[in-house]
């Protein structure tokens, strides 16, 4: 079942972690489907966190952060590898999720690169879309919480927020 509007119009911080174990599908033209089993996520939290890309304010690049929730935000990292993240909560309050990695590539550049997603699919929608969308195939799993990567430039207490959630391995 396609994940609805409904599951990403809430906060980020409960959205994140119940993406963990959900499937990531992207319909490529030709119909091919390609599917990875979200295996970890990271959550953003609009301009008072200083990791969030909201965080100095709106900007061409991340004025996607402001939308309806359910709207794919697709930006560059190092001017080389796309990162997915899913727009979360209320319109004009700024927050989303990365997915960080799926169960077979351990890390978002890696993810995007297998699924072939790119900037070409920002500011679409994973709820209204027939090309990117989010799956609940029942799947449950056990969470772990870790600090999020990458961002010790936000400083205390952003860069110590145990904002990732994890898949654990049986």
Not at 28 to 52: F, K, N, V
Not at 72 to 100: D, F, K, S
Not at 134 to 147: H, V
Request: net charge negative; charged share 30%.
């Amino acid at each position: 079942m396609r994940l609805d509007a409904a599951f990403f119009h809430r906060d980020c911080l409960e959205a994140a972690p119940d993406l963990v174990g959900k499937i990531l599908v992207h319909r490529l033209p030709d119909g091919t489907e390609l599917r990875e089993r979200i295996a970890e996520t990271e959550a953003y939290r609009g301009t008072d966190d200083e990791a969030c890309h909201a965080h100095k304010g709106r900007t061409p690049r991340n004025s996607i952060l402001w939308r309806e929730s359910g709207v794919i935000y697709v930006y560059l990292c190092y001017g080389m590898h796309a990162l997915l993240n899913v727009i979360t909560g209320e319109p004009e309050q700024p927050q989303g999720v990365l997915l960080r990695a799926g169960e077979i590539h351990n890390g978002p550049g890696k993810l995007t690169k297998a699924l072939q997603i790119d900037k070409s699919l920002n500011g679409g929608s994973f709820t209204a879309g027939e090309t990117l969308w989010i799956e609940d195939d029942g799947f449950r799993c056990k969470l772990k919480t870790a600090p999020r990567v990458g961002i010790d430039y936000a400083g205390e207490p952003w860069k110590s927020k145990p904002w990732r959630w994890i898949m654990e391995q049986e």
